[in-house]
């Protein structure tokens, strides 16, 4: 299994009036995370239109169980892998640690793999995501 790893400051505007990071910079940290994990495996978004004919991996679910806040001026770590495989989707997990051993909290997203499909409304639809890019999150 293919990890992304990185570390996260927490800066002032990530934060809210109490001085707690507001939670929506979570999700957009996961969808970072999300994005350089699948680079890092030759998977950008240019390579998954040129390769795949896919427009990007759409969220159908996602979540966050928060274990201790995180302030500003903390330092995290922050660790993302594909937990699953599941035919048209697939499980995003990501973990975030404080420089202490302290858990922050833990998130998902589910996301679907889609290809063009110019007969339907949205211009993509779900299909089953490649051995190919399953392949390349084996070691």
Not at 61 to 71: L, P, Q, R, V
Not at 113 to 130: C, L
Request: proline share 4%; net charge neutral; aromatic share 14%.
């Amino acid at each position: 299994m293919r990890v992304y790893r990185s570390t996260f400051r927490v800066e002032w505007a990530h934060c809210d009036a109490a001085g707690i990071v507001f939670y929506p910079h979570f999700y957009t940290l996961f969808d970072q995370a999300t994005e350089r994990l699948f680079s890092a495996n030759r998977l950008s978004y240019a390579e998954l239109a040129r390769d795949f004919d896919s427009p990007g991996m759409p969220l159908v679910e996602t979540g966050a169980k928060y274990a201790n806040a995180s302030k500003l001026g903390d330092a995290l770590s922050v660790e993302s892998w594909v937990e699953s495989w599941d035919g048209k989707t697939f499980l995003m997990k990501h973990k975030l640690t404080h420089a202490d051993g302290r858990p922050a909290l833990e998130g998902f997203e589910r996301r679907v793999w889609v290809k063009r499909d110019a007969t339907r409304p949205t211009g993509f639809r779900a299909v089953e995501v490649p051995a190919e890019v399953k392949a390349r999150f084996v070691d």
